[in-house]
């Protein structure tokens, strides 16, 4: 079974641009779930999705944001990109209707680079 | 505001030796706790939760809600233990902690 796939690996943006990163949850996989990873910041939830549906939320600028579609895969878009959004973008799946409260599987991560 | 702190930035143990990472957490009410790891080069993944009692590779995490920390134990380290560790606390945020780096050496 394939697990879950993130495309594109790595990614170089100029500031004030805007960006889309996808991701492939394992078959069978509804919930998915985004997170940013930082030198500074560390570890950062974005959000999770579950049938389509936003179900919670991280503390992040409304220019970050998500959609799931029908098959699951998932998408993430960060409009007017800034320098301090350089960061590595992990998505995780979970069979049940939570990645944050089950066992969520992660992706390798979208390495986004703001110049 | 939900905090998590890992003292320990980094942790070095020799081989065989005990371990324990340190998690402590502020949150008043009652968060499902996971501890998350990453091997170098590999995906992050669950490592364990609470609730579940759940443990891969031997390690185990003990919550004292009294002092509110969840600190993960292994009673002999492996050098394959080598790994970044999180801490996740999870409330009405999702909040990991800043992470702590276990090297063990030979």
């Known amino acids: 079974k394939a697990g879950v796939t993130q495309t594109p690996r790595y990614l170089i943006k100029t500031r004030g641009q805007q960006v889309t990163l996808s991701c492939s949850p394992i078959?069978?996989?509804?919930?998915v779930s985004w997170y940013q990873q930082t030198p500074g910041q560390g570890l950062q939830f974005l959000f999770e999705?579950?049938?389509?549906?936003?179900?919670n939320k991280g503390n992040f600028p409304g220019r970050f944001s998500g959609r799931q579609f029908s098959n699951s895969r998932s998408e993430m878009n960060v409009s007017t990109l800034e320098l301090g959004d350089s960061a590595l973008y992990l998505c995780a799946s979970s069979l049940g209707d939570s990645t944050l409260h089950g066992k969520a599987f992660f992706g390798q991560g979208t390495r986004l680079t703001v110049v | 505001a939900q905090r998590v702190t890992q003292p320990e930035k980094l942790l070095s143990v020799f081989k065989g030796a005990p371990v324990e990472l340190k998690c402590n957490y502020s949150y008043s009410g009652s968060p499902e706790l996971f501890w998350y790891v990453q091997y170098s080069r590999q995906r992050l993944q669950l490592l364990l939760r609470h609730i579940s009692r759940e443990s891969i590779k031997g390690f185990t995490a003990d919550l004292n809600k009294g002092e509110t920390s969840f600190h993960l134990k292994k009673p002999f380290a492996q050098e394959e233990d080598s790994a970044m560790y999180y801490c996740?606390?999870?409330?009405?945020?999702?909040?990991f902690g800043p992470g702590t780096r276990l090297s063990v050496l030979p």
């Open positions: 996740a606390p999870w409330g009405q945020n999702f909040v």
């Open positions: 999705y579950f049938s389509e549906t936003q179900r």
């Open positions: 078959s069978g996989h509804r919930s």
